[in-house]
């Protein structure tokens, strides 16, 4: 939000000043975006080319890519910007590309971002469930078997997105390897299968972030609860 009111002031300043074309800082540059495969984050995308654009840049179609390709193609001079950078999930990749020898950040969009495990409240409330460890337990992880082998089934995130390593990464930590299934994949394809068994009345375990239109689908405190991580 902070970086929208930013850019809106200045652009104010620009009109009110009658500047010409000719003496924009962007005439005759050509900027090129770059965004993630998630078509939610193409909003800030935008907000950023409307704003080069009345600037007096040029500024082509952004390139939809995973996250390190546009990390990379950034710190390469291949891609101009992007308008995603999750802090601190991907410090690893940021860091990787060049970091802030390589890159120029600035601005916030949101703050307080979460990302994290739920389930459903009618199960969390029967089996008195607030904790991703507690699944450890094979008679309670069981309750979230969508396949039949006996492991609870959560729903991860794509390969390539950052969250896939966090999520594996504690599925290890915390013990849950023998009892917790995480599948990734193409997410907007498991949510559906997962927003459909909940609907069924099904136990559904999944990982999600905010802001994201999930959680206004199932809505914690009301369809669903946060587990806590150790």
């Known amino acids: 939000m902070r970086i929208s009111t930013i850019l ?3 652009l104010t300043t620009l009109a009110a000043a009658q500047i010409s074309a000719a003496d924009l800082p962007g005439a005759g540059i050509t900027v090129k975006p770059v965004q993630s495969t998630i078509s939610e984050e193409a909003f800030q995308t935008l907000l950023v080319s409307r704003a080069l654009e009345q600037l007096g840049y040029r500024v082509e179609k952004p390139s939809e ?12 001079g291949d891609a101009t910007f992007t308008a995603v950078n999750w802090q ?7 860091n990787a590309a060049g970091g802030d020898k390589a890159f ?4 916030t969009y949101v703050t307080g971002a979460a990302q994290g495990y739920l389930i459903d409240k009618k199960t ?5 469930i607030t904790r991703i460890d507690q699944l450890k ?8 078997d969508a396949n039949g082998d006996g492991k609870a089934d959560m729903t991860g995130c794509a390969p390539g997105w950052g969250c896939e390593t966090v999520i594996l990464h504690q599925n290890q930590a915390f013990g849950l390897s023998q009892t917790v299934e995480p599948n990734m994949g193409n997410y907007a394809a498991m949510m559906a299968d997962t927003i459909a068994r909940y609907k069924q009345g099904k136990p559904i375990l999944y990982y999600t972030w905010t802001p994201y ?3 206004d689908v199932l809505v914690p405190g009301r369809d669903v609860v946060w587990l806590q991580v150790p």
């Open 8 to 10: 809106a002031a200045a």
């Open 65 to 76: 890519v995973d996250y390190n390709v546009g990390y990379t193609s950034l710190a390469s």
């Open 88 to 94: 601190p999930l991907h410090d690893d990749m940021y």
């Open 104 to 107: 120029y950040r600035q601005g």
């Open 124 to 128: 969390a409330e029967k089996y008195h």
């Open 137 to 144: 337990d094979k008679k309670l992880a069981a309750l979230f």
């Open 213 to 215: 239109w999930i959680s």
